[in-house]
């Protein structure tokens, strides 16, 4: 890509943020809105700068931990929904559990979690896997009802076995869901062992309540930016798998031709 | 299934009893009203009807896809276990295999070992002559070559008992004719018993030797004869008084206009 | 005729001045929780009647988790409120102008409370051992504590509140105010030691009553009254609280009357010395102020130190 056409890509999403920073830099610096508030992007960053090494440790305790319930939810989420697609009356029976997952306020759960898994690593990677096992579970569910009835038909035809379409037809063909539903639980993941932090202690969790405390609302803005930092990147590690599982075939990772 | 013939053997037809067989579904009625009728091994049959007749779902029947609601339904193959290839209507290939490893999935189920399969599946992509993409992937392959995968895959049990749903009917002109003719000479070489199943009279006239042609739903047979044509088919037949004739014949049995010349 | 004529404009002319002389003025109180003895007084004088004798008529509203007096007396939004005596340094520094007026606790109760079973004879012995202590993260005792025991041997978690986990677990000790949350397990038949973290050096004044600046400046006359009053009614509460607690109990039903009592009892020799005059209730030193801010500015929690005096003001 050329210079110019690289450029272009760039810039449309940066300037919008520039702009919010500017104004918000005003804003606060001419004291039109108290700094309790809103902190100056200019001390938000001095924070994210001063504490770099803290924040640095924090952020890769939670992305651990954030990564380990993601392979928990992915795993169980995924068992779950293979079980559930071989029998309609399993489906109609549990998947209304399933939705529970996702209504469940996880911030009034927290405490019960300390309480079943003790402080620390246990109670957050918990959180993190309940808060992000739901989208994973519908979309593997959607994946495997979807695919192609004549397909279906072909294993059928050769007499397969419940096991091989499962294998080489129904979990291939699922794929594009599959990972469609990891991106958005990876997100959540993030969130799940923020959440799970509070209350058991640990990451980047407990550098916003110690903020909280403290009043110190730049670190906690410091503290958000990167945690949004690592949703992203926990997306584009799952986006990078994507890529490499569907590239040759699927529509949505080929380039067009 | 599993006595599929071996690499160097040859395949036998198989024979179909079909008798009084009829078929309702719900919400839709009765599809299948009393057919009955018998296929010698070997033979090329056409079966020919407006759209909707319920042609497809007597061929899922005889796939062993769909069961009767009443009547009898045996199909023999000559010697040995009975072998079925089904090609569909779309080319129904797996997008995330290559045209090689799609056109061995049917060794696979049964159980072949991977190099067996791939020297078998080889074979077949010479016959419908696509030995030279066997490590391409469906989307990049032209609808007709990707109905030809579908064909070699179909093939590569060496079925006794063929059976093809319309699949040459999203095709462009050139490459149904060509597919036709291919079709004719795998059969030719092979000698399976072939169920064909089409809305076109041109088509059904070209390829078979007999056809049988259907009502609308409640389908019945309206026609059962067979083809006054030659028996080796060359694309100058196409424009053959003969052709023509035969056409004309079997297309006012159809209860719908016939396709246009 | 013009004798009527005369008084009634006499009197029409005087009742507005009457009027506004004796019409009170409105002051909203902010406290930082729920009402409890900790707040005794402030409800006693508001029972007695010691605000409106002096023209003030005191909506005293509570508080919650998270509630920010500080900011709301620093940005005008209600004249006074009740704070921590760090979150009064920690303002300053940032350059809000509050100031505080009263301390409830002349010995902060600020504490540590362990299971007697453990064995443990000091903060320190928490520190050095086993087990999980639950403290509020970034808290100003927090932070003291951890500078004053480098790393701990005992694991640090987040305080949620209440006593859920101390009831259940009994290798888990928890910050506490020693007037409360002791009582609150015997309640439950749960033994509990308490440690004052006053003892290891950190003590701030508990619970203190402050106002901006400026707002003190332009209002002497109602500040005094206010402190005053103020004063008057923790008198009242520490000579006799069942008024104070009887209403308390109707704001606040997470507390039952006994545990109210008992509070009140446990609280006393924290508020005043046994024999100290009624005169130094609730009256602060600049020496106390001086070693505050020192403090916070050791362990970091400011990066300016205010001037001590700028701290406090006795009324």
Known sequence: MTFRARMASFLPPLLPLLLSIAVAETVVRMAWVPSYLIPAPSEVFHSLVDDRIELALAAWETLSSALAGLVLSFAVGTLFSVALSSSDLARRAFYPYAVFFQTVPIISIAPLLVIWFGFG???????????????????????????????VDLFKLYSATGRQTLWMLKIPFALPQIFSGLRIASGLAVVGAIVGEFIGGGGLGSVVDSA??????????????????????????????????????HTSERKSS | MNSIPQLGQSASGAAIFCENISRTFTGTGLVLDRISFQIQPGEFVALLGPSGSGKSSLLRLIAGLDRADSGRLAI????????????????????????????????????WSRDNANVRAEEELRRVRLADFSARYPHELSGGMKMRTSVARALTTRPNLLLLDEPFAALDEPTRHGLQMQLREIWATLRMTVLFVTHSVTEAVFLAERIIVLSHRPARILLDESIALPPSRTEALRTSVDYITEIRRIGNAVPTVAEGL | MSIVLFLLVALTLA??????????????????????????????????????????????????????????VANSKVPFGIAAADEVVIAQARGADVVALFAVYQTNPQGIMVHPERGFKSIADVFNSPGTLAIQNGSPHTLFLQAKFGKAKVKLVPYAGGIATFLTDPSYSQQCFVTSEPLLAKKKSVAANSFLIADEGFKPYGTVVVARRQYVEKNPKQTRNF?????????????????????????????????????AEVQRPFIIAANAPAQDLGKMTLDRWTTLANQLYDIKLIKTKPAAERLFQNF
């Open chain 3, 227 to 263: 402190i005053d009053a103020v004063r008057d009614g923790w008198q009242e509460y520490l000579r006799a609280p069942q008024n104070a607690n009887g209403l308390m109990v109707k704001l606040n039903p997470a507390i039952d009357a006994d545990t109210m009592r008992e509070a």
């Open chain 1, 121 to 151: 690593r246990p109670t957050v990677v918990a959180s993190a896997a309940i808060v992000s096992v739901f989208p994973i579970i519908a979309s593997t569910l959607l994946g495997l009802k979807s695919t192609e009835p004549a397909l």
């Open chain 1, 212 to 249: 909280r405390t403290q009043q110190r609302i730049d670190r906690v803005f410091a503290a958000v930016l990167i945690s949004s930092l690592l949703g992203i990147v926990l997306v584009g590690a799952v986006n990078l798998v994507s890529s490499l599982s569907l590239s040759s075939w």
């Open chain 2, 76 to 111: 023999e193959a000559a010697h040995g276990a009975l072998s079925r290839g089904f090609v569909f209507q779309e080319p129904t290939l797996m997008p995330w295999r290559n045209v090689l490893r799609n056109t061995t999935l049917p060794l696979e189920l049964v159980g």
């Open chain 3, 15 to 72: 009742f507005p001045a009457a009027a506004a002389q004796s019409a009170p003025v409105n002051l909203q109180f902010a406290l930082n929780w729920k009402a409890e003895p900790e707040f005794g007084g402030f409800y006693a004088a508001k029972l007695a009647g010691y605000f409106e004798k002096r023209g003030l008529n005191v909506d005293i509203t509570e508080g919650g988790a998270g509630t920010p007096v500080v900011q709301m």
